[in-house]
């Protein structure tokens, strides 16, 4: 009987250590797969921010394109209307000066 009980008792000893030892992993491959995770989700924000930023440099590049097109589009269209409306202006010009003179000559 006493070599019954020494037996469960090494018995229960052996499953303590192994249930022991079981936890000690689990723990350790707890650690471990947080920490890798954690890495990963690290990496991923970094990776984010990277892909962010480059959209961000992309947009900025693209609206001063669209700008400096809107801006020469709109000195095209300033010299084109000018270059139409030159005669008139000239007259314009021409008959402003002639009332000009023709008031400073009357005084």
């Keep these: 009987m006493k070599r019954i009980i020494e037996e469960v008792l090494q ?3 052996k ?3 192994i249930i022991k030892e079981a936890r000690d992993r689990a723990a350790e491959i707890r650690r471990s797969a ?3 995770i954690s ?3 690290s990496d991923a924000k970094h990776k984010s921010r990277e892909m962010v930023q480059a959209a961000v440099e ?3 590049k693209e ?3 669209i700008t400096k097109e809107k801006l020469e589009q709109v000195g095209r269209r300033k ?3 000018l270059d139409d409306r030159a005669d008139a202006i000239d007259n314009l010009v021409g008959e402003i000066c002639e009332m000009i003179l023709t008031t400073t000559d009357k005084n």
Excluded: H
């Design 79 to 81: 010299d084109s209307l």
């Design 34 to 36: 947080e920490a890798e």
């Design 39 to 41: 890495q990963k989700a």
């Design 63 to 65: 609206a001063e394109r």
């Design 58 to 60: 992309e947009a900025k």
């Design 15 to 17: 499953v303590g250590t």
């Design 11 to 13: 018995a229960e000893e």
